[in-house]
């Protein structure tokens, strides 16, 4: 298993996260990256970049229940599912630029949730396969550490 398929494993544990985000698209970006001929891989490298982010603004959501970040997810799996070109992809993120701006200035983390901004800022500022490759390491690393069910225990004490 690579490590965008484990991230996609850790990041959608529920069926109905499966059924949403597990599309065909966002199942083989990391896959159709590395079959791309060499006048396609911009455009791979691009959706491959909006899947480990998707996943990555996943994460952060359902660490902390964080609105913005499941509508920013939203709109990069969108673009992972429609555009046609990185121009297209640029084009949908643009629109929403907002909603990203948002993320860094009204959300409240924990050092998880920091870190797992990180990891997206470096995603998104990822110019090359390898450094991507290296964020996806990370994230495993991270993810595997993280306890999303402790957000919902507190939840179910608190009723």
Known sequence: MTAYEILLHLAFRTPQDQASYLTPAMLAVHDNFEQ???????FRFEQWRLGVATILLRMLADL?????????????????????????????????NKLFEQIYTNLYVNDEGEA???????TLDADAPDLL??????????ARELDFEAR???DHDEE
């Open 116 to 122: 797992l901004l990180d990891l997206f800022a470096r």
């Open 36 to 42: 791309a001929g060499r006048a396609e891989q911009p």
């Open 133 to 142: 490759a290296q964020i996806e390491y990370e994230a495993v690393d991270l």
């Open 64 to 96: 902390g229940e964080h609105e913005e970040a499941r509508r920013a997810a939203d709109v990069l799996h969108r673009a992972l599912n429609t555009a046609q070109s990185p121009a297209d992809i640029d084009k949908q993120i643009h629109k929403e």
């Open 152 to 154: 919902h225990e507190d």
